[in-house]
């Protein structure tokens, strides 16, 4: 058990530019979820899959904002054209089986500024 | 979205239980209790779950009231390691989506 794995630990953007984070989870973890976390605040929640299927998106998930998770097994991030408010902690985790008893494995995040 | 109420931020002395409470007041029969911490700069970290009976594990225990209504994380010995973010968190029957609220902050004091 390596860990959730991101990359990069910290991103620097300009404004309108496009950004990728990766996120590897745990092996064999089939649920996957990104979050999104400003200072003070609790981490928010931005979408989840199953395998490789995306099972729910937060409505505060803006269409510059995409996600995927080819093959079941690493994730991908995108956001396209950023904006200030999009600087942020975003944060992966991962869970063994579909049980409210399986506990999520968070990794440490990227830090995203956009100047 | 089922909600949790938790004070802001506590306080312990170093070596001394700590009780953090959370109010759950709307939880329906199936939903799990979970908790988790954020130390500075890192990810949450799981600390403990349960539904209906007291739980305990090497980090934490679980204290669930009778009614379900709500919850109290115990540290039996707080060390300067567990100064962090604490969460309640309700997890709701046909759903695995994780609503983490502000939580409490605690501070531990030499």
């Known amino acids: 058990d390596t860990g959730v794995s991101q990359n990069p630990r910290h991103k620097i953007t300009k404004r309108g530019q496009n950004v990728t984070f990766r996120c590897d989870p745990i092996?064999?973890?089939?649920?996957l979820y990104w979050y999104r976390q400003t200072l003070g605040q609790g981490p928010e929640f931005l979408t989840y899959?199953?395998?490789?299927?995306?099972?729910?998106k937060s409505r505060l998930l803006s269409d510059r904002f995409s996600a995927e998770r080819p093959k079941g097994s690493f994730s991908t991030l995108e956001i396209q054209r950023t904006e200030q408010g999009d600087s942020a902690m975003y944060l992966c985790?991962?869970?063994?089986?579909?049980?409210?008893?399986?506990?999520?494995?968070f990794g440490n995040g990227t830090r995203l500024t956009v100047t | 979205d089922a909600k949790t109420t938790q004070p802001n931020s506590m306080e312990s002395n170093e070596e001394e239980p700590v009780h953090l409470p959370c109010n759950h007041s709307t939880i329906s029969g199936t939903d799990y209790i979970h908790w988790y911490r954020q130390l500075p700069s890192q990810g949450p970290e799981y600390v403990i779950h349960g539904l209906t009976s007291n739980v305990n594990n090497r980090m934490a225990s679980l204290a669930i009231a009778e009614d379900r209504k709500s919850s109290t994380l115990i540290l039996h010995r707080a060390t300067l390691r567990d100064a962090a973010v604490y969460y309640c968190?309700?997890?709701?029957?046909?759903?695995?989506?994780?609503?983490f609220g502000t939580g409490t902050r605690l501070k531990v004091l030499a």
């Open positions: 985790a991962s869970s063994i089986r579909e049980s409210r008893n399986s506990p999520l494995h």
């Open positions: 092996s064999e973890h089939n649920r």
């Open positions: 899959f199953q395998n490789e299927a995306q099972l729910e």
């Open positions: 968190i309700l997890l709701t029957s046909g759903t695995y989506k994780y609503i």
